[in-house]
């Protein structure tokens, strides 16, 4: 594997597969709209950055010659179901077909655990239809993986950052969908079984589901960020019908929503390893546990210097 694509590759789980795949000296073309989006990874030797839409298909089809495998981490957490299913069903299904007529099989897709047509939200029935819709493509001649990662938490989450950040500002935390269940992997682990998965044909074939070592509730998650921030506050579980007129609330907000009513039909489906498909154990991966790895970063402010989030990133994998 000499060259790969990674695209989604400025996002939050793309930077750090970047990374991971500079390290080990494979070459990486990340494609984005805007440049300025890409100046974190753009001083990484290895990687090439072009500034393309890859939602356009002549675009698109220009850019795939020349690689050996392809990584698709495109996704949405809010929106209408078109656009859900745009971006979740109809992208990978052109991504696979465009591959194939540019002779290209390897890709690497990282979908969402719970991902499932059937599922409660859009969220999942949109990620499910999307790895069915790859898999119809194996008999073309597509050699697939899949990934489904738990919640990812990590330096630049938006995640325990947030929960971390509310409660500087909150005497109280209402809190919807406290009891739901997540088991969340760090983001450094994810972005190491992409780059296993490229690098070992065994893996060709299956799904994997990337989760870390311990179950949580988001009621607990949150108490973490609090005390690990040193700001804990009292957190006040809502009733689900509170839950979802405050998500109601936040989707009328402008803006990307905090929560959506489609992220909490989500949380009523665990968010946990179903133990029926392999896992980070199986890549040779050891997850990381959450506060040893939160604790380093939830009590410090993230600076804007991409020089000092890559030597932030570089700490927290010592």
């Avoid at 005497?171 to 450094?188: D, K, M």
């Avoid at 994810?190 to 065994?202: F, G, P, Q, S, T």
């Avoid at 700001?231 to 109601?248: D, E, G, T, W």
Wanted: proline share 7%; charged share 20%; hydrophobic share 45%.
């Amino acid at each position: 594997m000499k060259h790969v694509l990674v695209l989604g590759g400025t996002g939050f789980v793309g930077r750090h597969v970047c990374e991971w795949l500079n390290r080990v000296g494979v070459r990486v073309t990340v494609p984005t709209r805007h440049a300025e989006h890409a100046k974190s990874i753009q001083m990484l030797p290895m990687v090439d950055v072009i500034v393309a839409n890859v939602h356009d298909d002549r675009e698109l089809e220009r850019l795939l010659p020349g690689h050996d495998a392809v990584v698709n981490l495109i996704a949405i957490l809010h929106g209408n179901r078109r656009r859900f299913e745009q971006v979740h069903v109809e992208f990978p299904q052109r991504l696979a077909q465009a591959m194939l007529a540019a002779q290209i099989q390897r890709l690497v897709h990282v979908s969402a655990l719970g991902a499932d047509p059937q599922g409660p939200s859009l969220y999942q029935q949109t990620k499910g239809a999307g790895e069915a819709a790859l898999w119809s493509m194996t008999s073309a001649g597509l050699t697939l993986t899949v990934l489904r990662p738990s919640v990812i938490f990590g330096a630049e989450d938006r995640f325990l950052n947030l929960f971390a950040r509310l409660q500087r500002i909150l005497p109280v935390v209402p809190l919807a969908g406290a009891h739901a269940r997540f088991q969340p992997v760090w983001v450094g682990d994810v972005a190491h079984a992409i780059v296993e998965c490229l690098r070992r044909k065994d893996t060709i074939g299956k799904t994997f589901e990337c989760v870390g070592p311990e179950v949580w509730t988001l009621a607990d998650l949150v108490r973490l960020a609090g005390r690990l921030s040193g700001h804990p506050r009292p957190i006040i579980p809502l009733p689900r019908a509170l839950a979802y007129f405050q998500a109601l609330l936040m989707e009328l907000l402008p803006g990307e929503p905090l929560l959506s009513r489609d992220n909490l039909r989500s949380m009523e489906v665990d968010n946990v390893a179903t133990g029926t498909l392999p896992t980070l154990a199986d890549l040779g991966i050891t997850p990381s546990a959450v506060e040893p790895v939160a604790a380093r970063y939830l009590d410090l402010d993230g600076p804007a210097d991409p020089l000092i989030q890559l030597r932030r990133r570089a700490h927290l994998r010592r």
